[in-house]
């Protein structure tokens, strides 16, 4: 449904006047959007300003409006698949200073002994506090806090999504167990910054996706009416045929990328939706509709955490549960609509016209003062109040206790806060590595903290979340059903999408341009230089070969450097949302670049070729072409694992540079008395085989003529003897030279003339070929899974 249809039918509702600001009953009376016994909640009830009296009076009121018509976005999620989203105890620690990072930063042996524990936990900065909760079928939980109060950190623990250098402590569960591989793959995760391939459409964007994600057992039609109800959903019809864009090449707008980035998570038809800030950056307005399509999804049997940042006030009237969190703590959790009512009761008091949401949020950043309080006290009680509130009451938070309970909650606070001050508490501070329960026996040895454990279960049974996690999760599939496509079809689609990924870079003009002119110039520097058989000429055919092959593998290898760092955080992307296998990704992705490593250097080859006169026979032009395409593959696998193992092209450019310049020297052409303890490094040089290959196409059962000129001999300052001559076999000058003397006569590394030499060199290039591509996989599969 679009925005505009939404409001329309929005607008087509009954309404209620509103003459007075609700009362705390009223609040709770008020409906929510949790799924109740499997019916349908009320929702999408939107407050607007009207003018009384059609204008004549120029007075105005404030009313309700509900829609009449129940809109579906997507079907609702069958019973069984619905999932009650537990996070309990969950705290997080980050490295508090940067580590140098490069190529053997993730190489460090794990602390094992206490000693070594404790010392890593003191280079950690604790970025959240013993935070739980929960998120139950229907309901829409949103996190909310100042900047770097660790609303994504804790969204990206509960979605298994945090980086490795996070530590992470407590339990998140599904229906009560632990996540699963199949799990992540269902929950839609929809990341802070969209990423999404700029040079494809809204369209081919979840095109793809559906075809990768959704199940085998739903036809092309279907997946392709499913992309369609999504963007008729979303409101993004109007630029469906429009790419997505980038900075280099503007595209959609920031919130129709917004809504496409959700899109892709919606195709899946999720249980469970977790956001991180998708009204961020939008107008109010549209932010609102998106708030509305997430509470329409809610209600459809899902469980939706999302996180805001600055809601206005009619988006914050429409959020459900509120998860407050200042600097890691939780500061409030409970139903939204009550959060000003828990906090007056604690003594602070909404000002009036103030937005809820911003006065909550000034709370929780310590902006606010209270009689004696700073603004940072202020918010340390609130912590010790709520830490003390919710210990009792985890499940589903403030529900609105009376004022008396509220205010023995606030005395207890106090006291434990003293306790903790005092340094006494043996409370939260546990740091486990990848600890999975933090037991009840964890909390103060006291009466009162065995009563909040027993009070706590029971909270857990009376609110449901008890009968969810009875439930556990739904029957596990095939390993077969595991992937949406079958391999063979992910591999095509891979492969067509990174052809239409590619669809500004590939074959470009500028690309083709490039080739054209080196290809014109060599051409015409070497003009004609490799049809003379003679010694003079050769020297000059030598340079040529050796610069054709530098240029291709150049170019193969630095462009291959930015491959993979470019396409990183897609493939984690998309790898934990379990689209494809990494294999078929790799392959497609290989196989995606054969059309441009084959088609640009045939024309650099082919003017060069003739315009140079290399040697003119069908066999010695396609063993040449064959040769330097291999070359490039080579070089190119080369470049693909350094830019994988550093995954930072700058540092994968250092180190090419360096390596390349190396394998060059020893290639066979600029030195040739290299030392022997140096000068085996030419055996692992790639260049070194290549050339080997292309003297041998050239010169192998070729009659070279060394011509020598008597004028110049007398010349004691000549560089050379050697002279051309365009017919050396009846130049008087010239006498040929044997075969097997060629490789001193020209100076090779290797003979021109051996066939077992060309047969070893093409061997080695494709054992190179073969082991580069295969460290490139190993090393992507190890970053991807350590994550
Ligand atoms: N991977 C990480 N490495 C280092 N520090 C981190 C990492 N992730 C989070 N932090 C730190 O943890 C704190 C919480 O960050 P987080 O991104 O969760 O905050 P946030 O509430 O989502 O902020 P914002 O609203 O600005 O996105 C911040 O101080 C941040 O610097």
Not at 80 to 103: I, L
Not at 340 to 365: C, Q, T, W
Not at 400 to 416: F, I, N, P, T, V
């Amino acid at each position: 449904m679009t925005s505009n249809s939404l409001s329309d039918e929005l607008g087509n509702g009954t309404s209620t006047e509103l003459a007075q600001p609700l009362t705390t009953s009223q609040k709770l009376l008020r409906p929510c959007t949790s799924w109740v016994n499997g019916e349908r909640p009320e929702s999408f009830r939107v407050e607007k300003i009207v003018p009384t009296d059609n204008g004549n009076s120029g007075e105005h009121k404030v009313i309700i409006e509900e829609p009449k018509v129940e809109v579906d976005l997507l079907e609702p999620i069958l019973e069984e698949n619905r999932m009650c989203v537990e996070y309990r105890h969950v705290s997080a620690y980050v490295p508090a200073k940067v580590t140098p990072g490069g190529f053997f930063s993730g190489l460090q042996l794990p602390a094992f002994t206490a000693k070594a524990k404790a010392k890593e936990k003191d280079k950690l900065r604790r970025v959240l506090w013993d935070v739980s909760g929960c998120c139950k079928p229907g309901e829409v939980l949103a996190l909310m806090g100042p900047s770097g109060s660790g609303k994504t950190s804790l969204l990206s623990i509960i979605g298994d999504r945090a980086q490795s250098h996070m530590k992470r402590e407590g339990t998140i569960t599904f229906n009560g167990s632990p996540s699963t591989k199949r799990l992540k793959r269902i929950t839609g995760f929809v990341m802070q910054d969209d990423l999404l391939h700029e040079t494809l459409t809204v369209w081919e964007v979840l095109y793809y996706a559906a075809m990768l994600r959704l199940p085998r057992t739903m036809t092309k039609e279907q997946k392709m009416e499913r992309v369609s109800v999504v963007i008729k959903a979303l409101g993004i019809e109007k630029c469906k045929d429009t790419i997505i864009g980038g900075f280099f090449r503007k595209g959609i707008s920031g919130g129709e990328r917004k809504r496409v980035s959700i899109g892709h998570e919606l195709l899946i038809n999720p249980s469970v939706l977790l956001l991180d800030e998708p009204t961020s950056g939008l107008d109010s307005t549209t932010a609102m509709h998106c708030v509305e399509i997430l509470r329409e999804l809610a209600a459809g049997g899902r469980s939706i955490i999302t996180t805001i940042h600055q809601p206005s006030s009619r988006l914050y009237q429409s959020l459900d549960k509120l998860l407050l969190l200042s600097q890691g703590h939780a500061l409030y959790y409970g139903r939204a609509q009550l959060a000003d009512d828990y906090f007056e009761k604690m003594g602070y008091h909404l000002p009036y016209r103030v937005n809820v949401a911003d006065f909550i949020l000034d709370l929780a950043s310590g902006d606010v003062s209270m009689d004696d309080r700073d603004g940072e006290s202020t918010r340390q009680h609130l912590i010790s109040c709520s830490e003390r509130y919710l210990r009792r009451r985890t499940v589903d938070g403030y529900t609105g206790s009376s004022a008396e309970d509220l205010a023995g909650e606030q005395k207890e606070a106090l006291e434990y806060s003293d306790v903790k001050l005092n340094g006494n508490s043996n409370t939260y501070n546990i740091m486990a590595g990848k600890a999975e329960h933090l037991h009840m026996d964890k909390l103060p040895a006291s009466s009162s903290a065995s009563e909040a454990a027993a009070d706590s279960v029971e909270a857990d049974l009376e609110t449901g979340v008890g009968e969810w996690r009875r439930r556990g999760l739904p029957p596990a599939q095939s390993k077969a059903q595991r992937w949406g496509a079958p391999y063979h079809q992910q591999f095509a689609i891979l492969f067509t999408r990174a052809i239409r990924v590619r669809r500004f870079q590939s074959m470009s003009r500028q690309d083709i341009l490039q080739y054209v002119i080196v290809g014109l110039l060599t051409g015409c520097f070497w003009w004609q230089r490799g049809g003379h058989d003679t010694l003079a000429a050769s020297a000059d055919t030598l340079g040529l070969l050796f610069f054709e092959l530098m240029f291709l593998t150049f170019r193969s290898m630095f462009t291959a450097l930015f491959t993979f760092p470019d396409e990183y955080k897609m493939l984690l992307k998309e790898r934990a949302s379990g689209m494809y296998r990494l294999s078929a990704f790799f392959f497609a992705r290989m196989a995606s670049d054969l059309p441009m490593d084959f088609a640009v250097p045939t024309i650099f080859i082919t003017l060069i070729y003739f315009m140079a006169h290399l040697r003119y026979t069908a066999a010695a032009f396609f063993s040449n072409f064959f040769t330097v395409i291999l070359l490039g593959l080579v070089a190119q696998g080369f470049g693909l694992l350094l830019g994988t193992l550093a995954m930072n092209p700058k540092t994968a450019q250092t180190i090419a540079s360096i390596v390349v310049l190396a394998f060059t020297l020893v290639g066979g052409y600029f030195v040739r008395g290299i030392p022997d303890w140096i000068g085996w490094l030419r055996y692992i040089s790639f260049i070194y085989y290549g050339f080997g290959m292309l003297l041998h196409i050239e010169y192998q059962g070729r009659t070279i003529y060394s011509c020598i000129d008597s004028s110049h001999t007398q010349n004691q300052f000549a560089m050379s003897v050697q002279v051309d001559s365009a017919d050396p076999a009846h130049d008087p000058r010239c006498t040929p030279i044997p075969q097997d003397a060629l490789k001193s006569t020209l100076g090779l590394q290797q003979s021109p003339n051996s066939m077992s030499w060309m047969a070893i060199d093409a061997a080695v290039l494709i054992a190179w070929l073969v082991f580069y591509r295969t460290l490139v996989y190993i090393s992507l599969r190890y970053k991807t899974a350590r994550r």
